[in-house]
């Protein structure tokens, strides 16, 4: 009896602090959860009104060009804000929590899950505005912010599986980059933003040269649900792990 209950303990300790980090970093609500929401809201507010002035004044534009709406980037901003919620929270509570005996991985495990419940949260947002969006052929003016970039032809749920994918990539870059900061400060996250931008420069560069990206956007609008969430768990799964590989030697004090 002593010996299964020396077992199980630690796995109950575990799975208490990991519920301890998400409820710390849920602890102001709003910044985390609210904000966003009247933000995105307010972008969609703001596009439909600038939609609706340059109707105004170009009242042909429908029927001169019936696309000129479907092209909008307003639903990408979350992704670079939860990029730095995860930044911030990384470099807020990370030493804190350590501190209160929390364990680098059940610190990585529980900002994690608070991460996945952001994002969980986000897409169900993203999947209201999405079934008002198509409902009203694009608000009324085939103007498409959920279902942009020439994606209101594609299924509703693959539209938020790319979007779940863009938050899920943006916060554990946003996680990998506040662990960066905590090992390195400033110096580190400077020489890591160069060699990611590098990286980034050097693909560009190679999908121009091989004229490869008719073919990536393909790849990305033909994948099957499977193939999407396979990458978009790699995906976050790398940037975890490298996370976990940086956090292991993040000195607790400055």
Do not use: C
């Amino acid at each position: 009896m002593t010996a299964v209950e020396t077992a199980v303990a630690p796995t109950g300790l575990g799975r208490s602090r990991i519920g301890a980090v998400v409820r710390m970093h849920l602890s102001t609500p709003f910044m985390a959860l609210g904000l966003p929401m009247l933000i995105t809201l307010a972008v969609l507010t703001l596009n439909y009104l600038i939609w609706q002035l340059i109707l105004l004044a170009n009242p042909t534009l429908p029927q001169a060009d019936p696309d000129a709406f479907i092209y909008n980037g307003g639903a990408v901003w979350i992704a670079f804000y939860l990029l730095s919620i995860a930044i911030q929270t990384m470099n807020a509570t990370f030493r804190y929590a350590l501190g209160m005996s929390v364990t680098r991985r059940d610190y990585l495990l529980g900002t994690g899950a608070f991460m996945l419940i952001l994002s969980v949260v986000f897409v169900a947002l993203y999947a209201v505005l999405g079934v008002i969006e198509r409902a009203t052929d694009g608000w009324g003016v085939n103007g498409w912010m959920i279902s942009g970039f020439g994606m209101m032809d594609l299924p509703l749920w693959k539209v938020l599986l790319i979007w779940m994918g863009a938050m899920l990539i943006g916060m554990g870059l946003g996680v990998f980059y506040g662990a960066v900061f905590v090992q390195w400060r400033t110096t580190g996250v400077l020489i890591t933003s160069i060699l990611i931008a590098g990286a980034i420069l050097a693909g560009v560069w190679v999908l121009t040269e091989t004229q490869g990206w008719a073919d990536l956007i393909e790849l990305v609008v033909t994948a099957t649900a499977w193939e999407t969430a396979i990458a978009i768990v790699a995906a976050t799964g790398l940037a975890f792990g490298v996370t976990y590989l940086l956090m292991r030697r993040a000195p607790v004090r400055e």
